[in-house]
Nanobody, 125 residues
């Protein structure tokens, strides 16, 4: 089993910055992708960014282009989401996810096996 624990959420004003962390523990995999998704009230879960074990990345360009950066610290089994120039429409619960065996940074939630509990991000105007 894998446990994912997100942290770093909070409330900021528009234009502010937050860095989310996702610490993984338990079983390890040599081939995997880590993804960040978000879900606003009444909306479907939306892909934000993903990163493979080999360093390939993908972003929801329309939503976060140039503002969000995904990275990892493999020694700490942690994935980060740096969020700059935050907008009120970024308000959502942010989830990290792990998909074992994924060779590309997959954007589909169903491809990921393990999920964290989520962390709330609120951006006020």
């Amino acid at each position: 089993q894998v446990q994912l624990a997100e942290s770093g959420g909070g409330s900021v004003q528009a234009g502010g910055t937050l860095r989310l962390s996702c610490a993984a523990s338990g079983r390890t995999f040599s081939i995997y992708a880590m993804g960040w998704f978000r879900q606003a009230p009444g909306a479907e879960r939306e892909f934000v960014a993903a990163l493979t074990w080999s360093g390939r990345t993908a972003y929801n360009v329309d939503a976060v282009k140039g503002r969000f950066t995904i990275s990892s610290d493999n020694a700490r089994n942690t994935v980060y989401l740096e969020m700059n120039s935050l907008k009120p429409e970024d308000t959502a619960v942010y989830y990290c996810a792990l998909g074992n065996g994924l060779t590309v940074p997959t954007t589909t939630p169903g491809a990921y096996t393990y999920w964290g509990q989520g962390t709330q991000v609120t951006v006020s105007s």
